[in-house]
């Protein structure tokens, strides 16, 4: 996701454009641009890299004007690929925050018409089309515009010689901010909350024009719309979190939003390989071993795991006919990308599932996926996670050959992030505890690795995790009352085990939390406490487990009064040995 600003009034615009860029640098921060209208011309300011740059460049003098700090997408974070984007007559300019679905399309139809493009991005076909769409009201070419637009997508758009800037959203957020002899557009409202808390949040498929004086909505037929101003009683900091406490758990609460976007990845991967090796760290390690049992069930391919600190200093026998497929949120964990320049010195094929758009490991991979989640903030990964357990399953469907059905997920996952309170109660009931044991079996276990991870990285309380069928071998010893154990049981070709193994538990006074599907009733008999998720087919199970593993590891962590966003002795992407 991307950040916009945009500005009318008496005021000087720049320094109004950068300073709400640097509160929206969250959403986005690998190139960041302004645009100002001087003397019916418009400049252009823009610069791959953090929006200090932009900031340290020439102030654009002017009183009207629109800004943009980008998170890639489409086109590699570059000075070229920075937005504001203009036609080639110079005389509009557009700021977008999303994808537009069609571009290519597009722009092939507007290539031919002898439009020369100045980007890789999608965006830039907004412009093109705006301007040819001009017939002397900006409003109305961005109304005739938006008819061949398809995909999400929040943008505004200048002309240089008139006053006024026209916003339009469709899927991403477009906010407008009333002032006295001023207005303005922002993504969200802590690019605007110093100047005004009178805003109009736009809603979808709603266009918007701005003068100093004057803020008018339509929907897309061009028919007014009633003003709906609210009043914001929010600090900045609570406004850039969306009113969440965290980034963390707005990231949690992302994730529907995340899954619809990383599920129109397409994936290409030729198949001339004789083996594939994951290899990761951290959460993204347990994202790369789900994957290995995915590949292996749907696709019948054997998979490798391998935890990159220890792949980069054993003995791999990779060759040229390996695939080794890394995944990494960041796209700069030093061992992930250490594994790769291995695997290539051995002559293996590379694929990086990365989630930062020309990272390190996206550069240098042989071929790269890019999850669709957006900036993670927070230092656990949650919406990262599921964005790459969702590419797991397209390639493993991808390997088979199969369609992948993915309707029931975004739904099923929204149902079970509604049991938040639930969670939290559960946390309270839990949160004093120093040790826990988390178990699950097959595609579950990884589950129940990723779940002991986040609550050790943010409550700084003891957790592992176990095969369920390892208890009996050791860890069962550790079993009390004093050791709770976090059970992932749905309704799964496992249940039985697991439940027996829960039953183990039961036996030594240990203390259970299920998440178990919805409509079992046995399970209530051998748990303390039973996390229901609601029935999927099973092999989504994986998905639906992780929310409540990362919704109790949080709340934990806050009743435990630690910051999730910034745990003690972490580093967001560990770009060390
Ligand atoms: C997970 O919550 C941690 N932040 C950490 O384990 C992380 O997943 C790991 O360091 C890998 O980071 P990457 O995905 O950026 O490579």
Redesign the pocket.
Known sequence: MCGIVGYIGEKEANDILISGLEKLEYRGYDSAGVAVISNSAININKKKGRVEIVKSAAKLSGTIGISHTRWSTHGAPSDRNAHPFTDQSGQFAVVHNGIIENYLELKEELRNEGVQFSSDTDSEVIVHLVAKNYQGNLQEAVLKTIKRLQGAYAFCVIKADSPEIIGARNGSPLVIGLGKKENFFASDVSAIIEHTREVIYLNDFQIARITKELVEVRNFHGEEQPLDVREVNWTLEKAQKQGYKHFMLKEIFEQPDVIRETLKVPIHLSKNFSRIIVV?????SYASLVGKYLIEEIAKIPVIYEIASEFRYKENLLNQHDLVVV???????AD?LAAVRLAKEKGAKTVGIVNVVDSTIAREVDERIYTRAGPEIG???TK?FISQLIIMYKLAFHLAGKEFNSGEIEPKIKEVLSKHEEIKRLAQKYYLYQNFLYIGRNRNFPLALEGA??LK?ISYIHAEAYPAGELKHGPLALVSEEMPTLAICPKDSVYAKTFSNIEEIKAREGKVITIATEGDQDIRKVSNDVIYIPKVEEIFYPLLCTIPLQLFAYYIAELKGHDPDHPRS?A???TVE
Do not use: F, P, Y
Request: with cysteine.
């Open positions: 990761a760290c951290g959460t993204a995944i990494s949120q960041s796209g700069e964990t992930t230092v656990a990964s990262a991870l986040k990285e972490l967001k992407s560990v």
